[in-house]
């Protein structure tokens, strides 16, 4: 095929040691300075060297594959690159029990490929629902609403997109308390002041809390995915993960302050982010957001010896320390700690 001999002329570019601009440019790829060095160091982390980043070749290729191709075809393309093994998926659909199912995967891999190959899995037994960005305020997300017109438009398909609006988030809480999956992507955000911190892959990552909020406001299921490249083919891969603990998503409001519900949702968004590390830390260079990942720097303040006292009164009532289920941690006039 076509794509297959496109792929091997392509090889020599996975091996590259030194950047090229030109490159660069014809894959879209348009590096600032930091990001280049966040790149690099996603490569050196990866133990590959920054050719292997030029992996968006892939990317280029199938879209090819399957632009102009209709309906049937990119379905039956779709499910012959299709590697993934699903019967955790499954065994997680029983142990909800009719309820909704929140299937979480980040902008790793194939993921567009992975959400299709879900939904067209999905659709025939819930209602599934596709969440991300609107295009307005989320460049490049007009591909999803070109790939669902061509592909799950009818509304036999029982398949929605909506986006990130408070209608959006209005009809993923009713569908996942009537038993649909919400297929969402919890590793963007639209405003840095809405996320709180985590660790991820050596540095701070901003995140928000919504993914936990879902289940915890409609007793849903959340079902870890991450979508994985088969190395120099166009094949993919969904991991998936045992769903998350419903006693961990779902604290009951009325016994619980919204302080306390913050960190049951933190507990579980940091847990969400430790299952994904472990599947992406091989392959960190292939997640979307590498380019800026490795450019974060947590700085230490200097301090003055009467701030002292209050900074450490903050991080002992850190959320990352709170959700242990400990009693906080708090510092005394006189110095000692209670």
């Known amino acids: 095929m076509l794509e297959d001999l496109m792929l091997t002329l392509g090889l020599p570019m996975r091996s590259l040691r030194q950047r090229h601009p030109r490159l660069e440019r014809w894959l879209g790829l348009d590096l600032a300075p930091s990001e280049l060095a966040s790149v690099l160091q996603g490569c050196a982390a990866d133990r590959v060297p920054l050719g292997a980043y ?38 997680a659909e029983m142990l909800a029990e009719g309820r909704g199912l929140v299937v979480a995967i980040p902008h790793h891999g194939h993921y567009i490929l992975s959400i299709v190959a879900l939904a ?18 989320h460049s490049g997300n007009e591909l999803f609403d070109e790939l669902y017109r061509v592909l799950f438009e009818s509304v036999e398909s029982n398949v929605v997109v909506i986006h990130d609006t408070r209608q959006g988030l209005s009809s993923a809480i009713r569908s996942l308390k009537e038993g649909a999956a919400v297929i969402i992507m919890p590793d963007v955000h639209k405003r840095e002041s809405d996320t709180y911190l985590i660790p991820f892959c050596e540095r701070p990552l901003n995140v928000m809390l919504g993914t936990a909020a879902l289940a915890r406001k409609t007793g849903a299921a959340i079902i870890p995915a991450v979508s994985v490249s088969n190395g120099n083919r166009l094949g993919f891969e969904t991991h998936f993960a045992s769903a998350l603990e419903l006693e961990d998503a779902t604290p009951h409001p009325s016994n619980h302050d919204a302080v306390d519900i913050i960190h049951r949702d933190y507990k579980l968004t940091a847990k969400l982010f430790r299952i994904y590390e472990r599947s992406m830390s091989a392959s960190i260079i292939h997640w979307q957001h590498v380019r800026m990942h490795y450019a974060r720097v947590a700085p230490f303040p200097k301090l003055a010896e009467n701030e002292i006292e209050n900074v450490a009164e903050l991080f002992f009532n850190d959320v990352r320390v709170r959700s242990l289920g400990q009693a906080a941690i708090r510092i005394s006039d006189t110095g000692s700690s209670s």
């Open 54 to 91: 030029y992996w968006y070749f892939q990317k280029l290729v199938m879209a090819r594959l399957l632009r102009r191709r209709n309906k049937r075809e990119i379905l039956a393309k779709i499910t012959s690159l299709d590697q993934s093994n699903y019967e955790q998926l499954l065994h």
């Open 120 to 137: 067209e899995r999905l659709r025939s037994r819930r209602q599934v629902l596709i969440f991300y960005g609107a295009p307005a305020t």
